[in-house]
Nanobody, 125 residues
């Protein structure tokens, strides 16, 4: 059974930091691109960061570039997102997701192969 289990979300003040983790099991983690995707209330999905299967390539949405860092540990089957300088507009449910191929956009859950249940991040002003 494929599982992606996120943790590390919570309530933080503006300019604070959080580190999200995603523990993966049930598939060959090291073969997949991994994504962090967020969804704010009443809004669509927004991918914020992705990392190649080996970890050598990372990409970020303009909205988080310079503030968020995605990383992975293939030996531990774990994905991370370090979030610094958080803003109220970063408030959302954050999902980790896996894809065998790189996707230029994420508009629906069917665009990626596997999804976690999400972890809530709330940034207070």
């Amino acid at each position: 059974e494929v599982q992606l289990v996120e943790s590390g979300g919570g309530l933080v003040q503006t300019a604070g930091s959080l580190r999200l983790s995603c523990a993966a099991s049930g598939f060959t983690f090291s073969s997949y691109w991994m994504y962090w995707v967020r969804q704010a209330p009443g809004k669509g999905l927004e991918w914020v960061a992705r990392i190649s299967s080996g970890g050598g390539i990372t990409n970020y949405a303009d909205s988080v570039k310079g503030r968020f860092t995605i990383s992975r540990d293939n030996a531990k089957n774990t994905l991370y997102l370090q979030m610094n300088s958080l803003k109220p507009e970063d408030t959302a449910m954050y999902y980790c997701a896996a894809s065998l191929t790189i996707r230029s956009s994420v508009r629906s859950r069917s665009d990626l192969n596997y999804w976690g249940q999400g972890t809530q991040v709330t940034v207070s002003s």
